[in-house]
C-alpha cells in the first residue's frame, strides 16, 4: 500500500479517493483542500484519510499524487506542488482531465515526479454516491512508464479496465466523452423544453414524464448495443412524422434536430433501410437546412 495525496478534495476526488480506502489500496490519504474546513463526507473521516489546506513540504517515497481540480487550475496547481522541492524517491503525480495533456505537469516532471493523466469514463455529481460509479469504470491514461503503473493501480481498485490515448488524440477522446455524457443532458433538458411547452406542463412534470423514455433508451444500449439500440421514425422510415417534427420546430432547436437526425439515419442504414427511403430523409432534413422549406 501507499500514500495518496489527492488535491481538490470535490466530487471526483472525494470518490476516487473512496475507492482508493474502499479497496485497502491506501496506506494513508491526504486530501488537500483550498478551505480551512474540510468537506463533509464520509472519506474524511476515515481512520487513513486527513484533510489540510497546507502543504508545508514535498511527499515522502512512493507517493501518488491524484491533482483533481477543474482543467484551468491544473497548471497552477502544479507549479504551487512543484514550488514544495523534490519528492521523495518514485512519487507520481496523475491528474484527472480528460481535455489537458500530461505535459501540463512538467514542473513535477522537472522536479522529480513521473508523470501522466488518468480520466474516469464516469460522470460524478454526488460524491457520496461517486465510488459507486467509479466502480467497474473505464478509465482512460496518457503517459508512460512508473506513471502507467500507478495509474494501473488505481483502476485495479476500482475494479476497472484502462485505455490509453495520445496527448494529441485527447481532444477527439474528450469530445466523445462529453457527448456521451453532458450532451445527453443538454439534449433531455430540450426534450423536456418541448414536451412543457406541448402538454401545458412545468418543467420537473415534463422530466417525470419523460424520465422512462430516457431509461428506456440507456437499457436498450445495454442490451442490445448500437445500431439496434436505436428506435423512432428514423429508424423506421418515416418521412412524414420527420417532415411534421422538423416544421414545427424553429432556430437552433430545428438544425440540432436536423443534425441528429442524419446521426441516427446512419445507424438506420446499418439496420437495413431501404436506400430510396434513406434518400428521402436526408432530402428532407437537407431541404430545411437549405431554406427551401418554410
Keep these: 500500500m501507499r500514500a495518496y495525496w489527492i488535491i481538490g478534495p470535490g466530487r471526483m476526488g472525494l470518490s476516487l479517493g473512496s475507492v482508493l480506502s474502499g479497496a485497502g489500496k491506501a496506506a494513508e490519504i491526504l486530501l488537500v483542500g483550498r478551505s480551512e474546513r ?27 499524487l491524484v491533482i483533481a481540480v477543474p482543467d ?11 514550488r514544495l522541492g523534490g519528492p521523495g524517491d518514485g512519487c507520481v503525480a496523475l491528474h484527472l482531465s480528460g481535455a489537458q495533456p500530461a505535459a501540463v505537469l ?21 460524491p457520496a454516491h461517486g465510488a459507486e460509479r467509479l466502480r467497474d469504470a473505464f478509465f482512460t491514461f496518457e503517459g508512460g512508464g512508473e506513471a502507467r503503473e500507478r495509474a494501473a493501480e488505481i483502476v485495479e481498485a476500482a475494479g ?4 490509453e490515448v495520445h496527448a494529441a488524440d485527447k481532444a477527439r477522446y474528450h469530445a466523445a466523452c462529453v457527448f456521451a455524457s453532458n450532451y445527453v443532458v443538454a439534449c433531455a433538458s430540450v426534450a423536456t423544453r418541448l414536451l412543457a411547452g406541448a402538454v401545458n406542463v412545468s418543467r420537473e412534470e415534463a422530466a417525470q414524464a419523460l424520465e422512462p423514455l430516457w431509461r428506456g433508451a440507456v437499457a436498450n444500449l445495454e442490451r442490445s448495443g448500437l445500431p439496434r439500440a436505436l428506435t423512432g421514425p428514423v429508424a423506421r422510415g418515416d418521412v412524414e412524422t420527420l417532415r411534421g417534427h422538423m416544421a414545427t420546430l424553429s432556430g437552433g432547436t430545428r438544425d440540432l434536430y436536423g443534425q441528429l437526425a442524419l446521426e441516427a439515419l446512419g445507424l438506420a442504414c446499418e439496420l437495413g433501410l431501404a436506400e430510396e427511403t434513406a434518400a428521402a430523409i436526408e432530402a428532407e432534413i437537407r431541404s430545411w437546412e437549405t431554406g427551401e422549406v418554410d
Excluded: F, K, W
Design 38 to 64: 474540510a468537506p463533509e463526507h464520509p472519506l474524511v473521516n476515515s481512520p487513513r484519510a486527513r484533510y489540510t489546506a497546507r502543504l508545508s513540504g514535498p511527499p515522502a517515497a512512493a507517493t501518488c
Design 106 to 126: 512538467a514542473p513535477l516532471e522537472r522536479c522529480g515526479y513521473a508523470t501522466g493523466s488518468l480520466h474516469p469514463l464516469q460522470t460524478v455529481a454526488d
Design 160 to 163: 476497472g479496465r484502462m485505455l
Design 72 to 82: 484551468g487550475a491544473i497548471a497552477g496547481v502544479a507549479e504551487m506542488v512543484a
